[in-house]
């Protein structure tokens, strides 16, 4: 069976410093793979997304993620954190025989300091 | 294009009654699916929808129904409420199967 793993259900980093969120996956086909962000009462928004081709995916924000299949990996990184990154940060993966069902990780709640 | 739209935002119930919810997909998607989440679980998937058939279903028991209309428009209910099923239930739709979802803000339903 898929599933995801979030690596740190809480990540603390200062303003300006790297971002770097962790994101294991287990899946049978080749896995489509999402990073989705949720602010405080909000639904879900979509950070970026792996299909197929370029393994370096760049996305809003200026996040961005490297699929890297021999690791089974899908870490999502942000070289300069800004104060209006702070929410919670979810990866997800979709087989191909199951259509619109997401595969969803634990989540990792990402706090900035000043 | 408008975004998904989900109604109520939000809903507080008793236990033993029902509820349904309703969810507006992006105009021309046709998949809707259906998540549940909550502090302990997480995000779990609950059922998807694509032109008015329910395609895939999630590990919950058979008080969570869905369905969905010929205008893709979707609307999911749960009968005899439980404490546990307090949650935030989220929308998502797509073009089709495995294409991007995009995500309503959610419905928090409150049961007591």
């Known amino acids: 069976a898929q599933s995801v793993t979030q690596l740190g259900s809480h990540v603390s980093v200062s303003e300006g410093a790297l971002v770097l969120l962790r994101c294991n996956y287990s899946s049978s086909v080749p896995p489509y793979l999402f990073w989705y962000v949720q602010y405080p009462n909000q639904g879900l928004q979509l950070l970026l997304k792996y299909t197929t081709g370029a393994t370096l995916v760049k996305g809003i924000n200026g996040f961005e993620a490297e699929f890297k299949k021999s690791e089974t990996s899908f870490h999502l990184t942000k070289p300069s954190a800004h104060m209006s990154d702070a929410a919670e940060y979810f990866c997800?993966?979709?087989?191909?025989?199951?259509?619109?069902?997401?595969?969803f990780g634990q989540g990792t709640e990402l706090s900035v300091k000043p | 294009k408008a975004g998904v739209t989900q109604t109520p935002r939000y809903l507080i119930k008793t236990r033993g009654q029902q509820v349904t919810l309703s969810c507006s997909p992006i105009s021309g998607h046709r998949s809707v699916s259906w998540y549940q989440q909550t502090p302990g679980q997480g995000l779990q998937f609950l059922f998807e929808y694509f032109s008015e058939t329910q395609r895939n279903k999630g590990n919950f028991p058979g008080r969570f129904s869905g369905r969905q209309f010929s205008n893709s428009r979707s609307e999911m209910n749960v009968s005899t409420l439980e404490l546990g099923d307090s949650a935030l239930y989220l929308c998502?739709?797509?073009?089709?199967?495995?294409?991007?979802?995009?995500f309503g803000p959610g419905t928090r339903l409150t049961v007591l």
């Open positions: 998502a739709s797509s073009l089709a199967g495995r294409n991007t979802q995009y």
């Open positions: 997800a993966v979709s087989e191909g025989n199951q259509g619109g069902k997401l595969i």
